[in-house]
């Protein structure tokens, strides 16, 4: 009677992280000002300050986009993780752990004949670099916005006016979408060719992003 319970409850322990990050991405992305940057701007924003250090309070000569609002479609996201400080952080403060009240000397099982189970831990989520993400609501079954957002994010700079160096490394590439976007997402980075670019079922093209990410599918995008 129980064991289903308990395996619930184990189950709802795996998908937690997932449910605190993939949430704060979307909130960053329909809520803007919920999730901030380093720089005080949104996480993603088209307006992120980018310059010499040192100016009258320390301004900047010029800003970096991370974001492309031009699109309708659901939001997509570009992510580099090879990095030591990564876009996104998870931190598990304490570790999660079931409690079984279930003895004679429990309060509710003495006074009521009720056995509790719990599950209890500390974690959140927060932000990293925004140098090393890309969100963008464009139409992802079109190969040219997915390039253009390698192209925004190679193309940002440090402060110091070097590149910054994102998506450099072949490894720990991703590309987040929602699961409306799991088959566009899937072509996109397993085929040989695209079909049907751009909604035309006549036009067939060799996909030269083949494998240049590793796909993540998240119901809490949607």
Excluded at 120 to 127: K, P, S
Excluded at 156 to 173: E, H, M, Y
């Amino acid at each position: 009677m129980y064991e289903p319970v308990i395996e619930q409850l184990g189950w709802d322990t795996k998908v937690h992280p997932d449910s605190l990050l993939f949430s704060m991405i979307k909130n960053a992305v329909t809520t803007p000002s919920s999730v901030l940057s380093f720089d005080g701007q949104p996480f993603f924003s088209a307006t992120h300050p980018v310059g010499p250090l040192g100016a009258a309070n320390d301004a900047r000569d010029t800003v970096a986009s991370n974001v492309n609002t031009s699109g309708s479609g659901p939001y997509w996201y570009l992510l580099d993780a090879s990095r030591a400080v990564r876009p996104f952080i998870f931190q598990l403060r304490r570790e999660y752990a079931m409690t079984r009240m279930n003895t004679l000397t429990d309060e509710a099982v003495f006074t009521r004949r009720e056995f509790r189970f719990g599950v209890d831990g500390r974690a959140n989520t927060g932000v990293g670099l925004w140098q090393l993400a890309y969100a963008s609501n464009t139409d992802l079954s079109v190969p040219s916005n997915y390039g253009a957002a390698r192209a925004a994010m190679r193309s940002i700079k440090t402060d110091a006016g070097l590149p910054f160096g994102a998506l450099t490394s072949p490894n720990d590439i991703y590309l987040l979408v929602p699961p409306a976007l799991e088959e566009v997402g899937a072509q996109l980075l397993h085929s040989d060719f695209m079909v049907g670019i751009g909604g035309s079922a006549s036009v067939t093209t060799g996909n030269i992003w083949k494998s240049t990410a590793t796909l993540i599918v998240s119901e809490y995008l949607s």
